[in-house]
């Protein structure tokens, strides 16, 4: 019956100790013969087994002096029952004999020390999308740890006892550029374990608005913005057109032109570029010089030119050969005239009209001239 009580305490005590040691525990063993354990003493870790194994004889392995807590032990070790195992589950200084050879010098111990802490981390490094998410590592350690992590935008599980899992959870990246974090795992009587979270970069973006801009003959400037998450250069393909030439992100262009001075309107086109992306164009239209000379015809001008109500023609011819004088909407559709005029300038009142661009035409068939108006409140 003592031999069923003793076997039953340390099967007890070898189920406690799964809970409580890594899964790195030694088995040491020690050989019973007549009148000797091989080897007599031992070093051993909680969490270790010291296994009696026959040899031969009839003896038993009882425990004499043991640290207070530690489960006492009595165990034939003979033919029949040719091994026992002990869990160490205490450290200190065990003693132990052969009790019916005890006076022989039939004796044993061991000292069993508490377990070095240990502390590992796996994977190194967690390569992660742009997109915000969560990772995971895993801890294996036999005692309690903590957790910390070098950057804003990753967070991780602070702290931990034993093995398990180290969450970090991580912001999206709007950059392009990809970026690490470094998680630091501390643990008593360990060297830090770093591990990396490394995030990628987001895919280049870029927009550009409004896709042209309409500016009037004189010089000035006009602006387009950009929205990007990269570096993006910009360049005109007009001498009269410059623009901003480069910048970072979120920004605007500005697009500085001179006077037109010729009576045909004028595009410059400004491509704007990503590395990794197609161009982007967008246009600053120009119009035409507001006044026209006619030098083979004498001079036609219109003034003033926008005109907010009264309009001016100059017209040399008119003071000597009566003409007429019709308005047309951009559509080809009259909408003032024809009215004969005898004298120059011609003064019209347009301050009906929509604001608007219009045609003033001087005279009909292969004799007329036409000039264009800009109307505006």
């Not at 589950?89 to 111990?109: L, R």
Request: charge should be neutral; hydrophobic fraction near 35%.
């Amino acid at each position: 019956m003592k031999t069923k009580i003793y076997s039953l305490s340390a099967m007890i005590f070898l189920t406690g100790i799964c809970f409580t040691i890594t899964s790195h525990a030694t088995t040491h063993t020690v050989q019973v013969g007549n009148y000797y354990f091989n080897p007599a003493s031992l070093n051993v870790t909680v969490g270790d087994t010291v296994k009696w194994v026959w040899v031969n004889g009839s003896h038993t392995t009882t425990s004499g002096s043991i640290p207070a807590g530690a489960a006492s032990w009595d165990h034939p070790i003979n033919s029949s029952n040719q091994t026992y195992s002990y869990a160490v589950t205490v450290a200190g200084s065990y003693n132990y004999v052969c009790t019916p050879h005890a006076g022989m010098g039939m004796v044993g111990s061991f000292t069993a020390a508490n377990p070095s802490n240990t502390l590992s981390v796996t994977p190194s490094n967690q390569n992660v999308p742009a997109a915000a998410g969560a990772t995971t590592f895993s801890v294996t350690s036999n005692t309690s740890w903590n957790a910390s992590c070098n950057m804003s935008w990753c967070t991780c599980t602070p702290s931990g006892s034993g093995s398990g899992n180290l969450s970090s959870n991580y912001s999206e990246n709007t950059s392009t550029t990809a970026r690490v974090a470094t998680i630091t795992i501390t643990a008593s009587g360990v060297p830090d374990v770093t591990v990396t979270v490394t995030q990628a970069g987001a895919a280049p973006t870029l927009n550009v608005t409004p896709a042209s801009q309409n500016v009037s003959q004189s010089a000035g400037t006009t602006n387009f913005t950009v929205v990007s998450n990269s570096g993006w250069t910009a360049s005109s393909d007009q001498a009269w057109c410059t623009a901003t030439s480069s910048g970072t992100g979120n920004g605007t262009i500005t697009a500085t032109y001179q006077a037109n001075t010729s009576n045909t309107a004028r595009s410059a086109m400004i491509t704007v570029s990503v590395t990794g992306l197609p161009d982007k164009m967008v246009t600053v239209n120009q119009d035409a010089a507001l006044g026209i000379n006619d030098p083979a015809s004498g001079t036609f001008s219109i003034y003033p030119n926008p005109v907010t109500s009264r309009v001016n023609i100059n017209y040399n011819s008119l003071n000597s050969t009566p003409e007429e004088i019709s308005i047309y909407n951009i559509n080809g559709i009259r909408v003032y005239g024809p009215v004969v005029f005898s004298f120059s300038p011609a003064a019209i009142d347009v301050s009906s009209l929509p604001d608007g661009v219009y045609f003033i035409r001087i005279g009909k068939d292969k004799a007329e001239k036409t000039g264009r108006m800009v109307k505006t409140h």
